[in-house]
């Protein structure tokens, strides 16, 4: 258990439909990273917050938006969704980066929510 | 752009040989490199990771080597066993805002 929760762990949806996926970083960690990983396919990096604002974006398509509440949960809205959606949703929590310290940016993985659009 | 590249996306190795995934990257800012392994249907986890300022490093059957002027880094694994079958990504970060890039991943099978 890496600490990282996510909820829900199963979506099932319809096509044009809106959904939002939740996630708990651990405790003390300020960063959340949102990744999809389709069938076969590789983490594809969506979106990065640091302490409640936006901090690196990826390929994350325009009907995809996220947010950084000030618990600093995060949620992933993903909107007009088509069938190509459907994949694996993971967030991800790590510590904030201090080079100078030594301190380097571990991700921890939540179990991930998995989209399915019929 | 920032990019991540990774090979081979497939690798079938006997059991008790040892197993080498290379990857490449663009941007030479980047200074730490994770490398994370997903077991199917499960979250990737860390299992080792590097730092610029270092060429080598290891743990038990796990080594990755960083060789920066080429921009490339290698993980390896020795003396490989079934649970050592998964998918192994590599990623690159840059330290000036966090991003991190992954590579599209490796499958590795260990053959009985």
């Known amino acids: 258990d890496s600490g990282v929760t996510q909820t829900p762990k199963h979506l099932i949806t319809a096509t044009g439909q809106r959904v939002t996926l939740r996630c708990s970083p651990r405790?003390?960690?300020?960063?959340v990273y949102w990744y999809q990983q389709s069938l076969d396919q590789g983490l594809q990096f969506l979106i990065q917050y640091y302490n409640g604002e936006e901090r690196a974006k990826g390929n994350i398509l325009e009907r995809f938006s996220a947010q950084q509440f000030p618990d600093l949960h995060s949620e992933l809205n993903l909107s007009s969704l088509e069938l190509g959606d459907s994949a694996l949703y993971f967030c991800a929590s790590s510590v904030v980066p201090d080079s100078k310290r030594g301190f380097y940016n571990e991700q921890f993985f939540g179990p991930g929510t998995r989209l399915t659009v019929l | 752009g920032e990019n991540v590249e990774q090979h081979p996306s497939t690798l079938s190795v006997q059991e008790g040989d040892s197993a080498v995934i290379k990857c490449t990257y663009s941007d030479s800012a980047s200074n730490y490199f994770p490398w994370y392994k997903q077991e199917l249907g499960k979250r990737p986890q860390l299992i080792i990771d590097?730092?610029?300022?270092?060429g080598e490093k290891k743990d038990q059957r796990i080594a990755v080597t960083l060789n920066k002027t080429a921009k490339h880094f290698s993980l390896h694994i020795t003396e490989t066993q079934p649970e050592d079958s998964a998918v192994y990504f590599c990623a690159a970060e840059l330290n000036r805002d966090d991003k991190i890039i992954f590579g599209k991943g490796t499958r590795l099978h260990i053959l009985p």
């Open positions: 405790s003390g960690d300020l960063s």
């Open positions: 590097i730092r610029s300022n270092v």
